[in-house]
C-alpha cells in the first residue's frame, strides 16, 4: 500500500507563491502517474495538474501558466509550484498516484492512492 505524503501547504497573501511536495517514504514511484488535486470548501475535489510514467503534464485551465508540477527523481518527490496565487485557489491540495499501466490525466478516479491532503489559503 502506497502512502503519499503531503507537505508545504499554508497561508499567502494574493500573488505570492508557495511549493507543495509529495512523498511515498519507502517506496519508488517514478513510474506511476500522480496528480494534485483540490477540494474548497462545498466543492467538489478537482484536478490541477498531473504527471505521467513518461513525464507528460496536464495542467487545468484554471492554473495553466501559474502552476508547475514536476518529479524530483533525485529525492524521490512530487512538487507543485504555485505561483501568482489568487483567493480562489484556497483549497486543500491532495496528491494522488496510480500504479502502471495508467492513465494518468486529470480525472479522480484513475488514481488508487490519495495522501491526507495540505491546506493552501490565499487571501486578498
Known amino acids: 500500500q502506497v502512502q503519499l505524503v503531503e507537505s508545504g501547504g499554508g497561508s499567502v497573501q494574493a500573488g505570492g507563491s508557495l511549493r507543495l511536495s509529495c512523498g511515498a517514504p519507502?517506496?519508488?514511484?517514478?513510474?506511476?502517474?500522480m496528480a494534485w488535486f483540490r477540494q474548497a470548501p462545498g466543492k467538489e475535489r478537482e484536478g490541477v495538474a498531473a504527471?505521467?510514467?513518461?513525464?507528460?503534464?496536464n495542467v487545468a485551465d484554471s492554473v495553466n501558466g501559474r502552476f508547475t508540477i514536476a518529479r524530483d527523481h533525485a529525492k524521490g518527490t512530487l512538487s507543485l509550484q504555485m505561483n501568482s496565487l489568487k483567493p480562489e485557489d484556497s483549497a486543500m491540495y491532495y496528491c494522488?498516484?496510480?500504479?502502471?499501466?495508467?492513465?494518468?490525466?486529470?480525472?479522480?478516479?484513475?488514481?488508487?492512492?490519495w495522501g491526507q491532503g495540505t491546506q493552501v489559503t490565499v487571501s486578498s
Open positions: 494522488a498516484a496510480d500504479y502502471p499501466p495508467c492513465q494518468g490525466g486529470l480525472r479522480r478516479d484513475v488514481y488508487n492512492y
Open positions: 504527471i505521467d510514467s513518461s513525464g507528460r503534464t
Open positions: 519507502g517506496y519508488e514511484y517514478s513510474n506511476y502517474c
